[in-house]
């Protein structure tokens, strides 16, 4: 009995630890981001559209093979029919029947077609390639729209955090405000001020957390996950090697996602227009066909009955050589779009420079506001520390004292928001010079 008791305890005990377990449990940004990968209903999409593209590009997709239709039938008719011969003689046969049967195997082999059909097929290639690209653009942009959540909740909780321990700060304010109220030392006015300012840091620390669990909500639909699923974030923030930075920034051209789509559109559009060409050359075709006819016919008709098996083949050349001109606009038309996707390469080649030249400037920005901030916090939890200790003292009042406590507050809060908003800008240009998934978060 003693045994059994102590193994309820046992378990128990496991459930409970497996339960904090659970509670606490940490969401890394590696984990976040294979999450993502796996479960996230826009990737999953985009690689979808990418196995659309594979099989369009595939060789039975490409016209290169033969057409092989198999194809049967039969006829059957009951009818009067009157003949007359040669020598002035005629015969008549009431419902006379005729059936007939057939079946056939019919081969079509295109041989040449102008070259048509082999540029179509390197388009298609070229635009699985695309799709490639496009799936990338799509992973890439998820993921930052996963690191904003992602740090939106490391913000708040950090943010929660501070607001605690300034609440905390208050009620012992409030604990030393009432004590010295009972001893004379205060008017009862310290500790309405102190009541009133606890009320606003309870608020405070019930909207942040608030907002905390929406935050998680909104990192779940991002992971796809249980909406309602807990876990702590980690909230530390390490930045790209400065020297790495440049030599992303440097290769940004051959990198950056949007100008490889420019470029793979110029190759299809430069297949696309040789495609149109095409149709002023001839294609030839071969034809065959392996087939069965049977029949069955009345008195009236010269054969009883006639059955037949044969292969036949043929060979045909066709040249279309003038169709009214339509063949001669398209292929115009065609040089034209060649032409349009070369000048809009040049445009977003000027636009992604400017991008990333605006980026630069917003991370090394921040980067900079962030580290001022850093420094704000020292000065401002120094001058809260002095404050604290003068106001035990009765140097200061509550008054004072509580704009010290503010303005460590806002010092701790600003830097947190400064911190995250740097490692989203140096994430944003990391995007811009294609090596977003490339580096370690």
């Keep these: 009995m003693r045994n059994m008791t102590n193994k309820y305890l046992f378990f128990g005990l496991f459930c409970c630890f497996s339960f904090q377990l659970n509670a606490q449990e940490l969401l890394t940004k590696e984990e976040a981001i294979r999450l993502t990968l796996e479960n996230n209903f826009g990737i999953q999409i985009a690689n979808n559209e990418v196995l659309v593209a594979k099989n369009n590009s595939g060789l039975l997709n490409s016209g290169y093979l033969p057409s ?23 015969s008549e046969v009431i419902g006379a029947e005729t059936d007939r049967y057939n079946a056939s195997l ?76 009972e001893f004379g030392q205060n008017t009862r006015l310290e500790v309405l001020n102190a009541k009133v300012d606890i009320t606003t840091d309870s608020v405070n620390v019930m909207n942040t957390r608030q907002a905390l669990l929406n935050a998680k909500r909104d990192l779940n639909v ?70 069965w006819n049977e029949g069955n016919f009345p008195a009236t008709n010269f054969l009883a009955s006639n059955t037949s098996t044969g292969f036949n083949a043929g060979i045909n050349l066709t040249w279309n050589l003038f169709d009214g001109g339509s063949n001669i606009v398209n292929s115009k038309n065609a040089r034209i779009r060649f032409e349009n996707q070369n000048l809009i390469k040049q445009q977003i080649t000027l636009e ?59 010092a701790q809060t600003n830097k947190n928001l400064a911190k995250y908003e740097a490692k989203l800008a140096e994430l944003e240009l990391l995007q811009l010079t294609g090596k977003l998934l490339d580096v370690d978060f």
């Design 106 to 181: 019919n081969l079509n082999f295109l041989l040449f077609d102008g070259l048509g059909r082999h540029y179509n097929y390197k388009s298609l290639k070229e635009q699985y390639n695309l799709s490639e690209l496009e799936a990338r653009e799509s992973i890439e942009i998820t993921i930052l729209q996963l690191f904003s959540v992602y740090f939106e909740v490391a913000r708040l909780t950090e943010n929660l955090s501070v607001l605690q321990e300034t609440l905390e700060n208050t009620k012992e304010r409030l604990t030393r405000a009432e004590y010295q109220f």
């Design 68 to 90: 092989l239709t198999g194809v049967a039938g039969g006829q059957y008719a009951i009818e009067d029919q009157t003949a007359t011969f040669q020598d002035g003689t005629s």
């Design 352 to 410: 992604v420079k400017r991008t990333i030249a605006n980026a630069r400037g917003n991370y090394e920005n921040r980067k900079k506001i962030y580290k001022l901030q850093q420094q704000n916090v020292e000065t401002a939890k120094g001058n809260f520390e002095r404050s604290n200790e003068r106001y035990k003292l009765g140097q200061i009042s509550s008054l004072e004292l509580r704009q010290a406590q503010i303005n460590l507050l806002n």
């Design 222 to 291: 991002v992971l796809n996950n249980d909406l309602d699923r807990n876990f702590e974030i980690d909230t530390v923030v390490t930045f790209v090697n400065l020297l790495a930075m440049e030599t992303y920034i440097s290769e940004a051209q051959a990198n950056n996602v949007t100008l490889l789509q420019a470029n793979q559109n110029i190759l299809i559009s430069d297949y696309a227009r040789k495609a149109s060409n095409s149709v002023f050359l001839p294609s030839l075709g071969l034809t065959g066909s392996y087939g």
